[in-house]
């Protein structure tokens, strides 16, 4: 009995809860508010796309990457978190192709490639990326496509 009504004393709370946490009713306004930084998303679609919402998005951003210094580089890779909405044909860099299928399909993934050192060269680098889909490929996350350079130097120790 004391359960029963342990259970009673519950359900007021529990309905109106679940009144509040319903989410939206019919009638219910919304605004949608949207932020877009200087310059273009990384959405990523083929240059060929009639689809208007996509097309919005054309041309295809790129990231420039200043390097000062090679001369200590030993290694490179290219770090990135996508959206996939079908497949990006090509990244790349100064327009050499490094990787195709990047990322899950229609999934979120953080994905890291092997960069070439002799694509990579002292001063502007231009990392793009290419899809042949009619609404989207990828949409790059922040913060973008970033490349490390390992560099054949000790790290200082304190």
Known sequence: MKTFRFLLALLPPLL???TILAGPQPGDVFREYSWRPEG????VTGPE??????RAFLPNAVNDIVIDDLGKAVDAKIVTSTWNGAAAEEIGINDRKIVVNVGKNHDLSYDEFP???EFIRQGTNTVHT???TEHHGIEVQWP??????RLDEPEPRP
């Open 40 to 43: 273009k998303w990384q959405r």
């Open 144 to 149: 973008g496509m970033v490349l490390f350079l």
């Open 130 to 132: 290419h899809s042949t």
């Open 115 to 117: 960069v070439p050192l």
């Open 16 to 18: 109106t809860a679940a």
């Open 49 to 54: 796309t009639t689809e208007p919402r996509a």
